[in-house]
């Protein structure tokens, strides 16, 4: 009714309008010729990049501003929000023809040449070849299609399926058509065909009505084009086709040629004088339904935690976070619907649901889901189980994920000094977009120590030398030294001050020799200590530290080869007594066994 009214009244500016200028802000409910100029100038695409901006058919245009004009403007400023002459101010659709988007096409309409007689045709005899100012007399120009034959489209994808180079010679010139030839009808299998130059999009033709029959043909006409080509410059120009997001089983496998035409590109020389030209090529076009495409891949995340001692409170639940992997998805969106990871437990009378109570599926500080565990097998496995989950993961995106152990009470363990922990493989299953389950496994590896009472270790440093033997026959020997923190958890204990080559569990430290592959060397000469370098206290060979109190060691050791090669030394264990300055009764694995390696060194027999 408010549009009836407005043309019966002719209410806002009045007078005629060809193309603006636009003196007042515009917004839905306003009337006026400069609302019918506004539509009018948006159906006639005077600027080629407003192709995709129109209000209704050409000719029908009113003097009211509705939904159907704003949501034109609004097109118009997307297409100008990252154009380096947009005005300060324009930076996102509205669909309020406001002070930056007048500014914005007052200035376009300028220049813009509109032809109000054009016939929508726009055949060869009435199009309207008058351009921006070119330089030169006469010109022609040179067509060169660079790429052609088949191509692939996803559904839902754009692909640029045919380029061409058009040259200036003798002259600039202004393309103002550009014809393709599809066999078959486009709007049927695709959502968008656009004309491209130099990168970038110019027009668009979106529905049927945008295409011309020529026999069993269908013609995608670019005109009332501008596309100002310099004397001796080369513009890259390329049609682009967007897949539609879904095609039937006979379309799926249809293949759609597209083709250019050896008069295909119509031009005006400076001279004023138009002619056409070309090139052959065509595109094949078949087409992938992506849908049934799309994998995960699972890695250990390089945050995961490596090999460690895990204390455990003697009355109450400690919870711990015992892996990080990561989950991409490959060749469509995805979503995690399952992950499974397995937990072995280890030491006498310990069973996953007496070390363990329950295992929690983190993504960051958010919890997804949870495991109880249940198993009373000792030294069982228990595969802990999270289901149901719906986790999004885009093409080509990765999701971190981790997982968090809740270890028992102490007191609740069936040993503590000797209970341990391994996560072995991690299973991820997704679906596809077509809800095909797709999996992929990653195994972790890693295997912990719990303790309640007892000692950690912690590597503080390393350091390797040769000694060369002047007073021998031997000519060297390698030096070696590793500095480790002991610190005693929940009671006293005393660490001799011996070490040993090869395991022990009653030495204060023990330690083997490799070659630089990792591989254990059993001949040559070692001669080997265990000092103390700070904390604790000295009583009769052994080292009282205190419990919740720190000690540092050094162990010394050198190494007399019997054949010349690399070597390095590896720090095992260290051993401990929780009840007096006697012979160990346990000992702590050193853990991870990297960080109390040392490095190679070259030993001469």
Not at 114 to 124: G, K, L, Q
Not at 528 to 555: C, H, P, W
Request: contains cysteine; charged residues 25%; glycine residues 8%.
């Amino acid at each position: 009714m408010a549009q009836i009214s407005a043309l019966q009244s002719g209410s806002g500016s009045t007078g005629s309008m060809s193309c603006g200028p636009w003196t007042r802000d515009l917004n839905t409910g306003a009337t006026g010729a400069d609302v019918k100029a506004l539509q009018q100038y948006l159906n006639k695409n005077a600027d080629t990049r407003v192709a995709a901006s129109g209000v209704g058919s050409t000719g029908m245009e009113t003097e009211y501003y509705g939904p159907a004009t704003a949501a034109a403007v609004s097109k118009f400023q997307v297409m100008y929000m990252s154009d380096i002459l947009t005005p300060a101010g324009l930076v996102s659709p509205t669909g309020f023809f406001g002070p930056s988007t007048r500014a914005k096409m007052n200035a376009l309409c300028a220049t813009a040449v509109v032809d109000e007689d054009e016939d929508d045709e726009a055949t060869d005899e009435d199009e309207d070849d008058e351009t921006t100012s070119l330089e030169g007399g006469e010109g022609s120009i040179v067509v060169e299609v660079i790429t052609d034959g088949a191509a692939d489209v996803d559904l839902g994808d754009a692909e640029t399926v045919i380029e061409m180079e058009i040259e200036a010679q003798d002259s600039d010139v202004s393309v103002t058509r550009v014809d393709f030839t599809f066999d078959a009808r486009p709007w049927l299998y695709f959502a968008e065909v656009n004309l491209l130059v130099d990168g970038e999009v110019v027009a668009t033709m979106d529905s049927s009505s945008d295409f011309t029959e020529v026999g069993t043909d269908y013609r995608a006409r670019f005109t009332g084009l501008d596309i100002v080509v310099r004397e001796d410059e080369v513009a890259e120009v390329a049609l682009e086709v967007v897949a539609l997001g879904s095609l039937n089983a006979t379309r799926l496998d249809d293949t759609v040629t597209v083709t250019t035409e050896a008069d295909g590109v119509r031009f005006v020389d400076a001279a004023g004088i138009t002619d056409t030209d070309g090139d052959s090529g065509s595109a094949a076009i078949d087409f992938t339904d992506v849908f049934d495409e799309g994998t995960v891949d699972v890695s250990v995340s390089e945050e995961s935690p490596e090999a460690a001692t895990i204390v455990v409170d003697e009355t109450s639940r400690t919870e711990a976070a015992v892996a990080i992997f990561e989950v991409e998805a490959e060749d469509a969106d995805m979503e995690v619907t399952d992950v499974t990871v397995q937990v072995t437990v280890s030491g006498a009378a310990n069973t996953p649901n007496n070390v363990l109570y329950r295992a929690y599926l983190m993504d960051g500080e958010t919890e997804l889901d949870r495991f109880t565990f249940t198993s009373n097998t000792v030294g069982g496995t228990e595969t802990a189980t999270f289901d149901d989950l719906e986790i999004m993961v885009e093409e080509d995106e990765t999701l971190e994920l981790s997982i968090v152990l809740d270890f028992e009470a102490g007191e609740d363990m069936g040993t503590t000094t000797s209970a341990g922990f391994s996560i072995g493989d991690i299973e991820v299953t997704a679906e596809n977009p077509n809800f095909a389950a797709v999996t992929d496994t990653v195994t972790v590896g890693e295997s912990h120590t719990i303790i309640e009472t007892g000692i950690t270790v912690e590597d503080v440093s390393k350091s390797t030398a040769v000694v060369t033997n002047t007073t021998t026959a031997d000519a060297s020997y390698g030096e070696y030294r590793i500095k480790f923190d002991v610190t005693a958890v929940g009671d006293d204990v005393w660490v001799p001050l011996t070490a040993v080559r090869n395991a022990s569990s009653t030495a204060g430290a023990a330690f083997r020799v490799e070659d630089s592959n990792g591989g254990a060397i059993t001949l040559g000469t070692t001669t080997e200590s265990l000092t103390r370098v700070s904390g604790g206290s000295v009583t009769g060979g052994f080292v009282k530290i205190n419990e919740g109190s720190t000690a540092q060691f050094e162990l010394y050791v050198t190494y007399n080869p019997a054949v010349a090669g690399q070597f390095r030394v590896q720090m095992l264990s260290a051993g401990f007594n929780d009840a007096s300055a006697a012979t160990p009764t346990a000992s702590q694995t050193a853990t991870p066994a990297e960080d109390f390696e040392t490095g190679n060194q070259n030993v001469t027999s």
